[in-house]
């Protein structure tokens, strides 16, 4: 896997990097061609628990335009408890109406067959095109052959199957010292920030051997995702799709209770594994040169909010950051623009460190030089909240590839 | 000035437009250079109404933070009597603090001069670069030697000075036969869509040489506003500087009562100017090859507003635009993101007059060629509430320009 670092999301002590990859126990997966990619690449993934007290916690997209896997899950799925995922890309099947819910179904029983579990013990989640059926022909099949395929270092074949365009791997292993011993989380994640918004999807799939209980589950995955997966821009659009799936197999025999010391750390993991990989698909893209994070501080959380998401999704920051622009005007236009009617609005801008503008007005000052992760700070009149937003440059490859997707 | 048309902003049976250009009676403009932009290119506009009854209507832009020339006019300006206009491009005077208020009141005060009017009845206008000092050097000399050449067929020499990176003309000139007699509508305009919204600040001045009230003034400009630059998408930006005058000096002699069948027909008229103006903004720049329009229909006027702007501010459907790609699953996905929690939404989505979409679910369709100027309409649930909105494409040219702009 791809080495990573960051000077906004780093490993806590407790946390040990495993390169190699790996599953956490208890689970298995695989990755195989299914004849939805026309490439006929690896677009068929499942995963699959050996541990009957598996517990679980979802989250998905908030769209008002759900996709058929999404719709399933949450009427058909007793998500607190999921043993298996199966996973198509290349097709969202989104917009397809009955026989989109009928093919989700199909898979989902599929999965079930292979997994010997019962059907609402399995979630599915597909990415892809919009729009289109879903060809099914080769998926029962497939899945019969992925389940032949399932092994513990299955993560790498599982993750090729559920990426689309991503640059390069989201998927990571780590060892977790808790006090009361050592578990593994594992992690698979496709998404590619900017750069593919039309199969830009979230995926993400989370693994650990601890022992939780449904709803530490549930309140971890919670916690995290605000913290990673929703604070990332991608074009201010949500996708049909987004997923985010953590199992618990308990198979390392650690229990984390609730409210324990075991559970901080182990809520610090996760919040590292997702943080890193949401930054993972800020940063992926043909063409994508840099990464930016804002940060706005002030006296009112909605405010707040909308100004850091007003100077992610600008394409004019976003093009300027391209460039490594030092260009803040554009900033304070996006602020402005986030908060009508509040002139003068005394705010502030900091640039890589450097102040650039102090209670609206220009500062005078030695442009910084911008590298890979340029840091934004706005600062808004008042105290006690804050927040912030990581996000990509808008490149040629994004135009060019959004404008020749289809055709 | 270039000919104009489109299928979506046709011109009244009694408007004329004359194509050599040309002020309403009682006005003369000119533009010179002024030593704010490098180039050297003419950056010091002025427009004088030599009628001291001349009534006006003003309207600024609704961001959180405003340039100095905006802050002037709303504090020091007798907005429904403005007698004359001094612009300037290049420089925004914006984030400049109480410098900037100070060489806006230099501004005015010597474009009172220059008008021989009080200083309250001169509006000033910047566009350009946020947060860098306004270079006054040249600027007082600037204006008296446009007043040296102010001249009734001055709009043209009005408009290079206020444009920035327009790639092309944005006036027009129209007679405009209402019942009590024929009057003409002058207009110049500088902005330019998507392509350079760093200089994307909208400036529009607006004359007649109708006999109005002031009042009338106001309702007329208010409503053709919002039917017009209300209506286009700049990336969702607004412009710290954007500004809008209307001015009628009376000198036809031609009387518009309100209420009357003229002011009914000089509504039209000016409807049709601003409309025109605004839609070439959309068009403007390096690079754009298209030019789309969603109209949003339903029961919710809130709900409609926020999925057009959604689909009009995304940038996968803008590059969907650009390439002529009739993908609208990237449709779909905005409407989606703009309702969350709304699912399962019966929408339906038609892409130039064909249905891909109906209640959700793809309707199998020929997938439409797609010409410079794109339809997309968004059907929701309920009845009662419509908008539209015009937006350009995003193009590689876009990247390029707004990545090198300040470097």
């Given at each position: 896997?791809?080495?990573?670092?960051?000077?906004?999301?780093?490993?806590?002590?407790?946390?040990?990097?495993?390169?190699?990859?790996?599953?956490?126990?208890?689970?298995?997966?695989?990755?195989?061609?299914?004849?939805?990619?026309?490439?006929?690449?690896?677009?068929?993934?499942?995963?699959?628990?050996?541990?009957?007290?598996?517990?679980?916690?979802?989250?998905?997209?908030?769209?008002?335009?759900?996709?058929?896997?999404?719709?399933?899950?949450?009427?058909?799925?007793?998500?607190?408890?999921?043993?298996?995922?199966?996973?198509?890309?290349?097709?969202?099947?989104?917009?397809?109406?009955?026989?989109?819910?009928?093919?989700?179904?199909?898979?989902?029983?599929?999965?079930?067959?292979?997994?010997?579990?019962?059907?609402?013990?399995?979630?599915?989640?597909?990415?892809?095109?919009?729009?289109?059926?879903?060809?099914?022909?080769?998926?029962?099949?497939?899945?019969?052959?992925?389940?032949?395929?399932?092994?513990?270092?299955?993560?790498?074949?599982?993750?090729?199957?559920?990426?689309?365009?991503?640059?390069?791997?989201?998927?990571?292993?780590?060892?977790?010292?808790?006090?009361?011993?050592?578990?593994?989380?594992?992690?698979?994640?496709?998404?590619?920030?900017?750069?593919?918004?039309?199969?830009?999807?979230?995926?993400?799939?989370?693994?650990?051997?601890?022992?939780?209980?449904?709803?530490?589950?549930?309140?971890?995955?919670?916690?995290?995702?605000?913290?990673?997966?929703?604070?990332?821009?991608?074009?201010?659009?949500?996708?049909?799709?987004?997923?985010?799936?953590?199992?618990?197999?308990?198979?390392?025999?650690?229990?984390?209770?609730?409210?324990?010391?075991?559970?901080?750390?182990?809520?610090?993991?996760?919040?590292?594994?997702?943080r890193r990989l949401a930054l993972q698909m800020v940063r992926d893209g043909e063409g994508a040169a840099r990464t930016g994070r804002v940060h706005v501080h002030g006296g009112h959380p909605d405010t707040v909010e909308r100004v850091a998401r007003a100077v992610a999704n600008s394409p004019l920051v976003k093009a300027a950051l391209h460039g490594a622009d030092p260009n803040w005007g554009r900033v304070a236009q996006a602020v402005g623009a986030a908060v009508p009617g509040a002139a003068p609005l005394p705010y502030d801008i900091w640039l890589d460190g450097v102040q650039v503008c102090a209670g609206g007005v220009a500062l005078p000052h030695e442009p910084p030089r911008l590298g890979e992760e340029v840091d934004y700070v706005v600062g808004l009149?008042?105290?006690?909240?804050?927040?912030?937003?990581?996000?990509?440059?808008?490149?040629?490859?994004?135009?060019?590839?959004?404008?020749?997707?289809?055709?």
């Amino acid at each position: 896997m791809i080495a990573f670092t960051s000077r906004w999301v780093e490993p806590p002590p407790h946390v040990t990097d495993l390169a190699e990859g790996g599953l956490a126990a208890g689970f298995r997966a695989a990755g195989v061609p299914a004849g939805i990619k026309p490439s006929g690449d690896p677009d068929l993934a499942l995963l699959v628990s050996s541990e009957p007290d598996t517990v679980s916690a979802a989250r998905f997209t908030r769209s008002g335009v759900l996709a058929a896997p999404v719709l399933l899950c949450q009427s058909r799925c007793r998500l607190d408890g999921l043993r298996a995922v199966v996973v198509n890309s290349g097709n969202a099947n989104a917009a397809t109406g009955n026989r989109g819910l009928e093919d989700a179904a199909r898979m989902q029983g599929a999965g079930a067959m292979a997994a010997g579990v019962h059907e609402e013990r399995v979630a599915v989640a597909s990415t892809g095109v919009i729009g289109v059926p879903l060809p099914m022909d080769g998926v029962p099949r497939a899945i019969l052959t992925a389940r032949a395929e399932l092994a513990p270092d299955g993560d790498a074949a599982f993750w090729r199957a559920i990426a689309t365009t991503d640059a390069f791997e989201k998927r990571l292993a780590l060892d977790v010292a808790l006090p009361s011993g050592t578990v593994r989380v594992s992690a698979q994640a496709k998404g590619a920030g900017m750069i593919q918004p039309g199969f830009a999807t979230m995926l993400c799939f989370v693994q650990t051997d601890a022992a939780l209980e449904a709803e530490t589950a549930d309140l971890l995955l919670g916690v995290c995702v605000k913290r990673s997966f929703d604070r990332i821009s991608v074009d201010g659009q949500l996708s049909t799709n987004d997923t985010a799936l953590l199992m618990a197999s308990g198979a390392s025999g650690v229990i984390v209770a609730p409210e324990s010391e075991d559970e901080l750390r182990l809520g610090e993991a996760l919040d590292y594994a997702l943080r890193r990989l949401a930054l993972q698909m800020v940063r992926d893209g043909e063409g994508a040169a840099r990464t930016g994070r804002v940060h706005v501080h002030g006296g009112h959380p909605d405010t707040v909010e909308r100004v850091a998401r007003a100077v992610a999704n600008s394409p004019l920051v976003k093009a300027a950051l391209h460039g490594a622009d030092p260009n803040w005007g554009r900033v304070a236009q996006a602020v402005g623009a986030a908060v009508p009617g509040a002139a003068p609005l005394p705010y502030d801008i900091w640039l890589d460190g450097v102040q650039v503008c102090a209670g609206g007005v220009a500062l005078p000052h030695e442009p910084p030089r911008l590298g890979e992760e340029v840091d934004y700070v706005v600062g808004l009149p008042g105290e006690g909240a804050e927040t912030e937003v990581f996000f990509s440059d808008l490149s040629h490859e994004y135009v060019r590839i959004n404008a020749e997707y289809t055709t």
